[in-house]
């Protein structure tokens, strides 16, 4: 079966061969919001940098000076966080893929990341998470400034897992669907293609 390749909305893209799938999921944001999010991390530099020479001009162990120490380390911790957030609104992406009985998850910073493997005799539950968007957390999480806000979820060993950030609901129902099919396929027609390659063995050794 030849590849085959196919998009759901603007951020997920599949190619599916009789023996594997790869989904790729991007994580960019429109223009407007990167935008809006790079001036807030300017403006977390710019507070950050008046803290800064406010806590070397103060004499040392004045209140002021302990004052802006702590406001630094709130900011510098703020602008890692969103720093990274940021990147990857840029160059993140995930990346599953099926392959013969083996499943793998990976958050990508353009090509690096670690990848996740998951034996697909072992996963089970697989589907859409439920979003409620009347509760804070789940509302929060998948705002455009935080790397969560996954949509798609299963078990494996006892574990939950999820991904598919930030997909809305006709997305994440319509991956499923190819992700479900996948996990189902792909690893029978391997155990079928491995019993064919063992009886050919066999009988040449006959």
Known sequence: MPEHTQTIGDRVSIQRSSHELTVVITQQISRKKETLFLLWLLALLVAGGAFIFYWINNPAGSSDRVFF?????????????????????????????????????????????????????????????????????????????????????????????????????????RLARVIDKGLREIPKLHRKQQKAALKVSESSDQ
Not at 73 to 83: C, D, K, N
Not at 89 to 106: D, H, N, Q, T
Not at 118 to 127: E, Y
């Open 69 to 173: 120490m702590i406001c630094t380390a709130f900011i510098t911790f703020f602008l890692v966080r969103y720093g990274k957030v940021f990147l990857w609104r840029k160059i993140g992406r995930e990346m599953i893929r099926i392959k013969g009985e083996e499943m793998s998850i990976k958050n990508a910073f353009g090509t690096y990341g670690r990848a996740q493997f998951f034996n697909t005799n072992n996963i089970h539950r697989f589907g859409v998470i439920p979003y409620d968007f009347t509760k804070f957390g789940q509302f929060m999480d998948r705002a455009f400034w935080e790397m969560g806000g996954e949509t798609l979820g299963f078990e494996h060993g006892g574990k939950k897992y999820r991904f598919g950030k930030q997909l809305d609901e006709r997305e994440a129902e």
